[in-house]
């Protein structure tokens, strides 16, 4: 079974502070997500990695960056926490060996920005 | 830009009764789909896959309408623990949705009632 943890499952910060969110994979997977979700807007796509040290924008990247050092790890970094990015952290993996494979999901992040 | 379209709901269902939705996309070029299934406050996790011929898991059966460009996901006999929020899934490599190509829908909400 694949097995995605995440650092925290909830987590309070405040404004402008820096976050960091974690996301380790035990399967191999060379593909790696960061969304959000919010009510009504659905999952959104902050940034994915498809190998170690690489890493592009998705839908919404502003206020966002990534780190991914080694293939099973991929960082999420707030750089400067705002109310706004008070939501739920949902990482997520793939192959890119077989492309019909879906996505496995961490247990997610639910993160308070006061 | 292709998009995943559901009606968000909620379908409020009696127990043992059946119930369908649909999800509608816009890229013909889609390969892959499926149908994941999300608990509140949890992680989405993967239902089924979707299969050009159709295919079913107990009391639940998946279809695809290539031509009319959806997914059907419909489940027999609903049961209490059936409640959750279903999200629909495609796949439509190089078309921008990620490293991957998976495309999100933003889910349509299913309470079954007593």
């Known amino acids: 079974d694949v097995k995605v943890t995440q650092s925290s499952r909830y987590l309070v910060k405040r404004t402008g502070e820096k976050v960091f969110l974690e996301c380790v994979q035990d399967?191999?997977?060379?593909?790696m997500f960061w969304y959000r979700q919010d009510p009504g807007l659905g999952l959104r796509l902050i940034y994915f990695s498809y190998d170690v040290k690489m890493k592009e924008k998705g839908d919404i990247p502003e206020g966002y960056s990534v780190s991914r050092e080694k293939k099973e790890r991929f960082s999420l970094i707030l750089e400067s926490a705002s109310t706004n990015q008070t939501s739920m952290y949902l990482c997520?993996?793939?192959?890119?060996?077989?492309?019909?494979?879906?996505?496995?999901f961490g247990p997610g992040t639910r993160l308070l920005v006061l | 830009r292709k998009e995943v379209e559901q009606d968000p709901g909620p379908f409020n269902v009696p127990e043992g009764a059946t119930v369908a939705f649909n999800c509608t996309y816009s890229n013909s070029a889609s390969q892959s789909f499926f149908w994941y299934r999300q608990d509140c406050r949890k992680e989405p996790k993967l239902l089924m896959s979707?299969?050009?011929s159709g295919n079913e898991d107990g009391r639940f059966t998946a279809q695809l309408n290539r031509a009319s460009q959806y997914i059907s996901l419909l489940i027999r006999d609903s049961k209490l623990s059936d409640s959750a929020t279903y999200l629909c899934?495609?796949?439509?490599?190089?078309?921008?949705?990620?490293?991957?190509?998976?495309?999100f829908g933003k889910g349509t909400h299913l309470i079954i009632q007593p």
């Open positions: 399967m191999d997977h060379e593909n």
């Open positions: 997520a993996t793939s192959s890119v060996i077989r492309l019909s494979e879906t996505q496995y």
């Open positions: 899934v495609v796949n439509s490599p190089n078309s921008g949705g990620g490293a991957d190509g998976l495309t």
């Open positions: 979707v299969y050009s």
